[in-house]
Antibody, heavy 118, light 107 residues
Framework: QVQLQESGSGLVKPSETLSLTCTVS????????WSWIRQPPGKGLEWIGH???????NYNPSLKSRVTILVDTSKSQFSLKVTSVTAADTAVYYC????????????WGQGTVVTVSS | DIQMTQSPSSLSASVGDRVTITCRTS??????LNWYQQKPGKAPNLLIY???SLQSGVPSRFSGSGSGTDFILTISSLQPEDFATYYC?????????FGPGTKVDIK
């Protein structure tokens, strides 16, 4: 079955860049939209942005100036970079896949904790 | 941007109860509304998409309704595994914002 797995730096210093990768297995990355979502400790969910297999992106306007999402179809991976991080970027970061026919996050990774601290 | 509210923010219910959760948006989003269930320490799970379509594998006791600005998630007969937090999400605007969540716990 389709599985998504996040990986990357779990501890990032303030003002530096957060980098995460999501590896897709069990399905081709050459279809669907692929998303990043985050959840600060004890709080709700925030959609960060998504990318298509061809590289078309949409970002949450509140994060757009600091976020880049890229896709590498040869590795079945997509990635997230968030620049100039602060403690407010501390969260569990999830990657997910949208349904093909409607924007809805149908398959999720298990999530990875990222802490911003010096 | 579109503001999302959910009510109630929390509720206590018993197994077998009928539970309804409301999601309201600050402007019309047609049927661009999804519902998710999240259990502690786990990723969310898609329940309903396009306001009223049941995701494959989700029990039929879950249903969604509404359009425009007012949406409802209904659990017809609450089961022990349904105690969780429920989030709505709009996919009409670029923010793809989630609601603040409704926590359902055991009475």
């Amino acid at each position: 079955q389709v599985q998504l797995q996040e990986s990357g730096s779990g501890l990032v210093k303030p003002s530096e860049t957060l980098s995460l990768t999501c590896t897709v297995s069990g399905a081709s990355i050459s279809s669907h939209y692929w998303s990043w979502i985050r959840q600060p400790p004890g709080k709700g969910l925030e959609w960060i942005g998504h990318i298509s297999h061809s590289g078309n992106t949409n970002y949450n306007p509140s994060l757009k100036s600091r976020v880049t999402i890229l896709v590498d179809t040869s590795k079945s991976q997509f990635s997230l970079k968030v620049t100039s991080v602060t403690a407010a970027d501390t969260a569990v970061y999830y990657c997910a896949r949208d349904r093909l026919d409607h924007e809805a996050l149908e398959i999720w990774g298990q999530g990875t904790v990222v802490t911003v601290s010096s | 941007d579109i503001q999302m509210t959910q009510s109630p923010s929390s509720l206590s219910a018993s197994v077998g109860d009928r539970v309804t959760i409301t999601c309201r948006t600050s402007q019309s989003i047609s049927s661009y509304l999804n519902w998710y269930q999240q259990k502690p320490g786990k990723a969310p799970n898609l329940l309903i998409y396009a306001a009223s379509s049941l995701q494959s594998g989700v029990p039929s006791r879950f249903s969604g309704s509404g359009s425009g600005t007012d949406f409802i998630l209904t659990i017809s007969s609450l089961q022990p595994e349904d105690f969780a937090t429920y989030y709505c999400q709009q996919t009409y605007s670029n923010s793809r914002a989630f609601g603040p969540g409704t926590k359902v716990d055991i009475k």
